[in-house]
């Protein structure tokens, strides 16, 4: 089944506990980003990549670290968690972004999401 | 920047037609995506749209006005199971990066 797995779906933790998020998806997508969600705010991007080896900022990007060496995942690294970043994660893939090749490539499929709560 | 307006919420009667407006202010733009997201759930994708017009698929279509800024999303023959958060995201284009940004969203409520 194509899908894109996120783990864990909730997390508990204290400030400065280093933690990771996974993400790993089964489509060959090259495209892969992630999103926290909270009230009132929507969906803000925090990183995304383009392809293997390339990553870039989002809207939101403090605080937060990633890395793609494999084209399949894509994990999202907090050094230092702080209560701020209590909130609601989004792993996304496509096949890509920007190539107006309509929505075919470009529409994003979502992880089940990671709801972390820092103390 | 990108600046993505909806309505918060919106109720409607079951069997009934529901318009969702989205307004966009941005520095350019490469496409408006329609996504739906149920409670506590992952958004999935509704609608595209690049060029001015009317998208129809099935009974979710999706509107768009480049000169003016402006989408909808109307949902015909509401069922129950359309109770969800409706989410506008707009592409910025590949000068300034590609990026999608998502408006915050209008939760639909659907009442029998």
């Known amino acids: 089944e194509a899908q894109v797995t996120q783990n864990p779906r909730y997390l508990i933790t204290v400030t400065g506990k280093k933690l990771t998020v996974t993400c790993s998806q089964n489509?060959?997508?090259?495209?892969m980003s992630w999103y926290r969600q909270d009230p009132g705010l929507g969906l803000r991007q925090i990183y995304y990549?383009?392809?293997?080896?390339?990553?870039d900022k989002g809207d939101v990007p403090e605080g937060y670290k990633v890395s793609r060496k494999e084209k399949r995942n894509f994990p999202l690294i907090l050094e230092s968690p702080s209560p701020n970043q209590t909130s609601l994660y989004f792993c996304?893939?496509?096949f890509g972004q920007g190539r107006r090749s309509g929505a075919g490539e470009e529409k994003l499929f979502f992880g089940s999401g990671t709801q972390l709560s820092v103390l | 920047g990108q600046n993505i307006d909806q309505p918060t919420e919106m109720t409607a009667t079951e069997g009934a037609i529901v318009q969702i407006n989205c307004t966009y202010q941005?520095?350019?733009?490469?496409?408006l995506f329609w996504y739906q997201q149920h409670a506590g759930e992952a958004p999935t994708f509704l609608s595209y749209?690049?060029?001015?017009g009317l998208e129809e698929k099935g009974r979710f279509s999706s509107f768009l006005s480049r000169s003016k800024g402006y989408s909808y999303l109307l949902l015909k023959e509401l069922q129950m199971k359309d109770s969800a958060s409706y989410l506008c995201?707009?592409?910025?284009?590949?000068?300034?990066?590609?990026?999608?940004?998502f408006g915050a969203g209008t939760i639909l409520r659907v009442k029998s």
């Open positions: 749209n690049v060029l001015d």
């Open positions: 996304a893939s496509s």
């Open positions: 941005t520095s350019g733009f490469n496409g």
């Open positions: 489509m060959n997508h090259e495209y």
């Open positions: 990549s383009m392809n293997v080896e390339v990553t």
């Open positions: 995201a707009v592409r910025a284009p590949m000068e300034y990066g590609n990026k999608l940004v």
